[in-house]
């Protein structure tokens, strides 16, 4: 009241006229609450020890009124052991009241952390929380957990994803490897739909068709899930597929422009074999790619010569003519089936070296029937412990090399994890390397 009164005041001054009377609605808040102190309950909540002398005199100094009731003044009267005997005190022995400018203050908790923050967060000791209860399994299997990762990883290299039919039109799955007695619904749902799919390939490059008929000129495509290759469960297989077609990146100004090629499609294949955890310097590629893909654009990524992981390319132009497709589309099949189990590996710290590394760059000549692959895991063995990274750069053939050969050009860094190189040690690796292409066919351009 006192504060309104002034403020009418002024504005009778300033501005004049006549104030009414003051109407005073509602009660004001009582601050005077009584707290039970306990001095062991703000310990025990903040982990620490406190005296609870040293307790009161803080909140004391903070504007706390401490009211000692008879019981706790005897205890305090006894001279020694006067701390033990306040932080034995029952709860109604000492409470605290609050000072009028802190309305916050309702329980003893509030109480204890008053005292906490004057004596200091900073010497709140960190103690870990226990481990209650055990994190629970996954309620996906390992198969399941790896779909889910192949959809995210596809989508994240910018491929859209669709949803078909299991179904596709027999002549199409004639040309992606269905064998006879064709897997034949008995109640199609269409004339167009009337055999199980061997492949998940006819589907997306419909459904991009689709897209090109009404105007799209550059898109990917991917779809993760099941082809039939029989009518027993072991025949049916989970694979993700994908495909891409038109531009690899929109034309800008410091980009040149290009179509997607196999190499594309192989970068899909082995990001999802990355995923499983397989290191691609380990994975084989083989010129072994079924009929729909291009003979001399397509491979198979194989770990050892059975086991088949994926194939990758650029789908061959007759079967793209016989979908009255137009366009050049390249493609990758990933078995998700056949993709070794991943296993659950410890944490460990990052190792890299401290040293200065050494990049070499080496041209080779070699047969035009050699694959790059082949020269790079000659190179990768060459020196296990120095040779750290091999890159191909460049592949030409023109002026300057004989007909029926090619120069290959690399890059290769050596680092030692616990010394500079000095150049005699790089002599001896780079001979190293020289014989290593020299074991598969390759030799030093010069």
Known sequence: EQGAAIAVNMIVELCGGTPSEFLVTGTAPEHKREIAFDAAFTNQLGGVEIDASEQLLILESLGFNVIRHPAAADKQSAGSGADAALAKAPQHDIVVTPPSWRPDIHGKAD???????????????SVP????TKVSESALDNAQLLQTKARRTLAARGLMETHSFAFVEQ???QWFGAKEPFLKLVNPISADLDTMRPNLLPN???AASRNMARGLKSLGFFEVGAQYEGAKPKDQRSVAASIRIGQACEKQWSIAAREVDCFDAKAD????????????????????APAWYHPGRSGTLCLGPKLVLAHFGELHPSTLLSMDCKERVVACEIFLDALPATKKKAAVALKSSDFQAVDRDFAFIASESLASETLLKALRGADK???QQVKLFDVYQGKGVDDGFKSLAVTVKLQAADRTLKDDEIEAVAKKLLDAASGVGAKLRV
């Open 269 to 288: 294949a082995l990001a999802l074999l990355a995923l499983a955890g397989i290191d691609a310097e380990k994975v084989q590629v083989l010129n072994s």
């Open 111 to 125: 109480v204890a952390e008053e005292v906490l923050r004057i004596f200091g967060f900073d010497n709140v000791p």
């Open 385 to 387: 412990a120095l040779v």
């Open 129 to 132: 929380m226990p481990k209650l």
């Open 204 to 206: 997306l490059i419909d």
């Open 171 to 173: 002549r199409k799955a």
